[in-house]
T-cell receptor, first 112, second 114 residues
Framework: EAQVTQNPRYLITVTGKKLTVTCSQN?????MSWYRQDPGLGLRQIYY???????DKGDVPEGYKVSRKEKRNFPLILESPSPNQTSLYFC???????????FGSGTRLTVV | AQSVTQPDIHITVSEGASLELRCNYS??????LFWYVQSPGQGLQLLLK??????LVQGIKGFEAEFKRSQSSFNLRKPSVHWSDAAEYFC????????????FGKGTRLSVIA
């Protein structure tokens, strides 16, 4: 089944403790992206990647890192999480914009 | 910069009534246009998309949307709403130049009453 898989689905962590949210797609898509969703703000893009080793900042990149060493994987790294990064995070992939974007099921992160 | 506006934060309709959710975009050329639905506690599901051709597009679950270039709009419609349609709906745009960021509106929450 074609899908984008995120892990974990839920995560509670403490301020400053580094964490990684994994994202993997099995559709050989070139484009991958991370979004965060907050009430009243909709979905805002954090980082995106056009291909392996090619990444760029989205609208809200501060406090996040990404890497794209393989085509299928696009992990989101929070080096020193803070409470304002408590949010619902989505990974998405696309081969071409005209085909739409496939989203993962989301990761609900709480930083205390 | 491109932007997407969904003017209605929350809409309540009666089951069986018709529905129209508004979406306006700001972009120089005609972008790819999408509607996504997010049920409570779920991820985003693509309802329909437009990138060229017929301006009335059909999607899943009985939804349709009409692209109006003159109004820079891409409104979502459904003739008869079911209680299971209660969810949050997002309009999104992407420049029609390949793999590029998807820009979302802030969403419209739909409530359905009996």
């Amino acid at each position: 089944e074609a899908q984008v898989t995120q892990n974990p689905r839920y995560l509670i962590t403490v301020t400053g403790k580094k964490l990684t949210v994994t994202c993997s797609q099995n559709m050989n898509h070139e484009y991958m992206s991370w979004y965060r969703q907050d009430p009243g703000l909709g979905l805002r893009q954090i980082y995106y990647s056009m291909n392996v080793e090619v990444t760029d900042k989205g609208d809200v990149p501060e406090g996040y890192k990404v890497s794209r060493k393989e085509k299928r994987n696009f992990p989101l790294i929070l080096e020193s999480p803070s409470p304002n990064q408590t949010s619902l995070y989505f990974c998405a992939s696309s081969q071409d914009g005209s085909y739409g974007y496939t989203f993962g099921s989301g990761t609900r992160l709480t930083v205390v | 910069a491109q932007s997407v506006t969904q003017p209605d934060i929350h809409i309540t309709v009666s089951e069986g009534a018709s529905l129209e959710l508004r979406c306006n975009y700001s972009y120089g050329a005609t972008p790819y246009l999408f509607w996504y639905v997010q049920s409570p506690g779920q991820g985003l599901q693509l309802l329909l998309k437009y990138f060229s051709g017929d301006t009335l597009v059909q999607g899943i679950k009985g939804f349709e949307a009409e692209f109006k270039r003159s109004q820079s709009s891409f409104n979502l419609r459904k003739p008869s709403v079911h209680w299971s349609d209660a969810a949050e709906y997002f309009c999104a745009v992407a420049p029609n130049s390949g793999n590029t960021p998807l820009v979302f509106g802030k969403g419209t929450r739909l409530s359905v009453i009996a």
